[in-house]
């Protein structure tokens, strides 16, 4: 693109965008203050950016996603604020809505939900499984980077170029050159594109990780459920991602070289696009929520103190929606036209993934039945969870029916279902998993008191905020409508429903402040707060660097909840003989390569060879580079590990 | 605090039931408050799956403030805490067996609601169907009667109790046609001629919008389906013939042209306008065939009567056909 005026390149001429700027560049110019000021910068590159500590980059995918919350939340409540002004007041104009529906849902399931999950991944899985790190350390970093670059290509458009405004999957023909001219389309592709490369790397890690490197004995089916969920979480992103990869890339050749694959003229084929899309979409909803699944599990048990009911049941539950998950795509186009064979199919597929589902709930309920049931934190939003989600699932089902989605489709009717999904199963799931493993991952609880001020102000503006949207969408109301006229009577239930958004924004400052507070009054917590069951809780908190310093040897399920009962009646585990431990070295080939990436997505928003080159160049000099270097790992002494370990409370 | 916790979870239910008060009785709750045949039949189908869904549901939600409320540490009553008990045939069997068996319910009647709703049928009745044509431009619907020979846009009369057929097909990114009282939306794609029937059983003015997201001011698409007596719809259509001008070829290119649009009429078009627009973007050699059974029936009385409609079923087109070639090299 040719830039000729600097508002070519800036985005100008809105109050709200000009704010944006000077935080963002406030912002910027704080960190590097604070930086040099307390002279950080060696640090910051040796402890975290060239960090292959899954721990560590647990910690770095759960700060960004939780940044990208608050920016998809100010995008929602932007969106709810001019829907409670409708008609002729102009909070948002007709395209600037369309900015913000488009990078809310883009960065809500790409930028919040997955890094969100990866965190998980990162901070629990290795331990669960008694392992030292993940198969693959240095690409887990790299996977993090390139996420960590796309996500920030995607949100740089908010400012330089202009926003996506097509929706956010991008449907063609609209998102087509020929609709979108713009270079708002070319930043969602290449942000989208160079994240999803590190999702995909992320998958085929964790795979390989609870694959290969569990704990001895640790069979299959003596895994932690919260594994298994993200062993059927990875195997779905393994399948649906390359397709997401092509199907960008088509969109992609159709922008940049002019073909005509998803046009409307010359041939092209916009049904392909949404078919594609799909095939990756839908399975990426289930991608999110799998492993939110496993959360509740591991929870329920914890906080009842009972072993997980149905544990056969509930894999076979993991594993048939994993598979399910990709036979459902065309339920997002009954209304298409595809005849009553190939809807009648879907329907039917689609609401099949109910059944697994359901037996899920019943199996948590019937660990806490005859339990002992305390309702701590991560308790109180697994509990929450369980009306939410299977209202949310009725709506699921009876979206499903096809010829009853001639209705909904495209509704608010679909918009409150999702987000009750969405929100109740993921954001809820995430949230109970967040405060369970905190105390494993930094040594300390979080605040109680501002934790169920959160809780509360999150589930009561849930309700609010999304009850009247199926109202809406039984009166018509269609998604990305940006204003509409009084004699819909659509008014009064969408007001209501922005004073449920805002509180569920209120709901997450507690959540800030609940941080914040407790890092300042921080209560140490040892190894084992909640009276765990699983391997993660068998050490101290938080992990030292090396994770294990013996590999446990694992007997059964609830391997830790065996070994604390076995203490108990007296039997002692023999005196620790340490050996040297195995590590990764730390490396700046990821975050460099990423940077690379960056600019070569940039140069080809842009159309700038210039740039194009270099990033190219440099991706490829990094990975060469790389591939020479001999100096990748190295042995932690006997002497250190006893140390550490003594440091942390443990018998050496 | 713990009972003040419980107080906030029901309140936070509170919604739920007022919102199922007032939506009875409500007349904007457009989906509820159905005036076709075809809106009806999928009333009654959201009625059935919601039971059916809610058989299983209410237990649930009852069952899980039991149990949590029973088993709780704090409870008086000291239960017995069977710590190992993870696994009962008989228990997983009714809970695999029942929403299986309720699914299999809610699949069989979907099914048939499949075949017996699906939009490209014609509906039974004694009068004579009227087609209408609809054609999603950016940012409004136009509307062409090519037995009546008028154009309205955002705008759209039929007689009442008479099965309409809409041809729909869009010269712009797609969109969703749907008129919600008169029975569910069909998206309107360039390239292909899609058919929905409805009908209205008696008069009056339905809420009418687009709902497939098309670009800027796609929020200004909705309008006004006005069902009336079929002497009223003579009346209004013979006024229309009278009183506006024509639409030229050229009128309707600037009419395509992005921009919203007040109601407007028209009391005659190019003829064959809509097998052009629906040409304009198709290859030749290529049919993207589309409609299922839709695009092969050719039980539609209106077929017969509207020489337009022999070339919108999408298979075989032939573009030597020099009006067609013309219409597609005007973009």
């Known amino acids: 693109m040719k830039i000729t005026k600097l508002s070519d390149f800036f985005v100008t001429g809105d109050p709200l965008i000009y704010g944006a700027d000077v935080a963002i560049g ?83 399931i790409l930028f919040m939900a997955m890094p969100l999950m990866f965190g998980l991944f990162n901070l629990t899985v290795p331990l669960q499984i008694g392992a030292r790190d993940v198969a693959f350390p240095l690409l887990n970093s790299l996977s993090f980077w390139l996420f960590f670059m796309g996500a920030m290509l995607f949100n740089v458009s908010f400012v330089i170029g202009g926003s996506p405004e097509a929706g956010w999957l991008a449907y063609p023909p609209l998102s087509e050159k020929m609709f979108s001219p713009g270079v708002g389309q070319d930043f969602y592709i290449w942000g989208i594109q160079i994240s999803g490369i590190g999702s995909l790397m992320t998958g085929i890690n964790f795979i390989v990780t609870i694959l290969k490197m569990r704990a001895p004995g640790m069979k299959l089916m003596k895994m932690p459920m919260f594994t298994w969920s993200v062993l059927s979480s990875c195997l779905t992103i393994i399948l649906a991602f390359p397709i997401l990869t092509v199907t960008l890339a088509l969109l992609f050749i159709d922008r940049y070289f002019g073909a005509h694959f998803f046009t409307l003229d010359m041939g092209g084929n916009p049904m392909m696009y949404i078919n594609l899309i799909w095939m990756w979409g839908h399975p990426e909803v289930y991608i999110v929520v799998l492993p939110a699944f496993g959360i509740f599990s591991e929870i329920v048990a914890t906080f009842s103190k009972k072993r997980l009911f149905g544990y056969g049941s509930m894999v076979f539950a993991l594993m048939s929606i994993s598979i399910f998950s990709f036979f459902t795509w065309a339920h997002h186009f009954f209304t298409m036209g595809s005849g009553a064979n190939v809807n009648a199919f879907f329907a039917v597929t689609t609401m099949i993934i109910a059944i697994p589902t359901g037996v899920k709930i019943f199996n948590w309920l019937f660990t806490m039945y005859k339990g002992k049931i305390t309702f701590e934190l991560p ?25 009853a989605d001639f209705q909904f489709h495209n509704s608010y009717f679909l918009i409150a279902h999702f987000h009750q999904v969405l929100i109740g199963g993921v954001v809820f799931g995430y949230f109970a998993g967040l405060y369970y ?53 659509w008014w009064s239930w969408n007001f209501v429903s922005t004073i449920g958004g805002f509180l569920m924004g209120i709901g997450f400052l507690f ?48 391997d830790w909840w065996r070994r604390k009962e076995l203490a108990a009646k007296g039997v002692q585990d023999p005196p620790p003989k340490y050996e040297p431990i195995h590590m990764p070295k730390n490396s700046g080939t990821p975050i460099v390569m990423s940077l690379f990436w960056f600019i070569l997505g940039f140069g080809f928003v842009f159309d700038w060879l210039w740039l194009i080159v270099p990033g190219a160049i440099g991706i490829a000099a990094t990975m060469l580079y790389h591939s020479f270097n001999y100096d990748t790992d190295y042995y932690v002494t006997v002497d250190e590990i006893k140390k550490t370990e003594a440091k942390a409370g443990r018998v050496v | 605090m713990k009972y003040k916790g419980w107080f906030l979870r029901a309140a936070a239910f509170l919604p739920l039931a007022l919102m199922t008060f007032l939506l009875s009785g409500c007349a904007d709750v457009v989906v509820l ?46 239960e017995a805490y069977q710590p190992e008990w993870d696994h009962s045939t008989k228990l997983e069997a009714v809970w695999w067996g029942v929403p299986i068996l309720i699914i299999l319910l809610i699949a069989i009647v979907t099914v048939q609601y499949s ?34 020979g008028i154009a309205t846009v955002n705008y759209v009369q039929f007689p009442e109790k008479v099965p309409v057929q809409f041809q729909l097909t869009a010269d712009a990114p797609m969109n969703s046609f749907w008129i919600p009282q008169l029975g569910g939306q069909i998206y309107t794609m360039s390239g292909m001629a899609m058919k929905l029937h409805l009908i209205a059983d ?102 017969k009567d509207d020489q337009d409609t022999s070339k919108t079923d999408m298979s075989g087109i032939d573009m030597s056909d020099a009006g067609h070639s013309d219409a597609a090299h005007q973009h």
């Open chain 1, 26 to 108: 406030l912002t910027m110019v704080a960190i590097v203050v604070a930086l040099t000021a307390f002279k950080r910068w060696g640090w910051l590159w040796r402890e975290w950016l060239t960090t292959v500590d899954h721990k560590r980059i647990g910690i770095m995918y759960v700060i960004a996603s939780l940044l990208m919350l608050f920016r998809g939340g100010v995008d929602a409540l932007l969106m709810r604020t001019q829907l409670a002004l409708p008609d002729s007041m102009e909070f948002l104009k007709p395209d600037h809505y369309n900015d913000i529906f488009t990078t809310h849902g883009v960065i809500m």
């Open chain 1, 379 to 403: 308790m109180l939003w697994t509990m929450a969870f369980i009306p939410c989600f299977i209202v949310g699932g009725m709506t699921g089902v009876m979206l499903s029916v096809a010829p």
């Open chain 1, 437 to 489: 493993w905190w105390p494993k991952v930094f040594g300390f609880k979080l605040n109680d008191k501002l934790g169920k001020w959160a809780f509360w102000l999150w589930n009561i503006g849930f309700y609010v905020c999304f009850m009247p949207q199926y109202v809406l969408g039984l009166m018509g109301m269609t998604r990305r409508v940006s204003s509409y006229s009084w004699d819909t009577g």
């Open chain 1, 511 to 558: 959540q800030v402040w609940q941080i914040l507070h407790s890092i300042k009054f921080m209560e140490r917590v040892k190894g084992d707060p909640w009276g765990g069951r699983t391997l993660e809780w068998s050490i101290p908190s938080p992990a030292p660097f090396y994770n294990f310093a013996i590999t446990p040897k694992v007997e059964g399920r609830d």
């Open chain 2, 33 to 78: 408050n159905p005036k076709g045949e075809i809106a009806k039949h999928q009333l009654d189908l959201i009625y059935i799956t919601t039971g059916l869904c809610l058989i299983i549901i209410v237990p649930v939600l009852i069952l899980t403030f039991w149990i949590a409320w029973k088993y709780r540490v704090k409870s008086k009553k000291k």
């Open chain 2, 115 to 148: 075949y017996k709703l699906e939009p490209s049928k014609a509906l039974a009745s004694d009068n004579k169907p009227i087609t209408i044509q609809v054609v999603a431009l950016d940012w409004k619907w136009l509307f062409l009667y090519p037995e009546q």
């Open chain 2, 202 to 303: 008696e008069p009056g003015d339905y809420f009418g919008t687009g709902a497939n997201f098309s670009g800027e001011y796609f929020g200004k698409m909705t309008f006004n389906a006005k069902a009336t007596s079929q002497a009223d719809f003579d009346k209004w259509v013979q006024d229309v013939k009278q009183s506006y001008p024509a639409m030229s070829q050229e009128g309707y290119n600037e009419l395509a042209q992005p921009a919203t649009s007040l109601v407007r009429s028209f009391s005659a078009f190019p003829n064959g306008m809509f097998d052009n627009i629906v040409n304009k973007y198709v290859v030749a050699g290529e049919g993207h065939h589309h409609g299922g059974e839709a695009a092969s029936s050719q039980n539609d009385a209106a077929a």
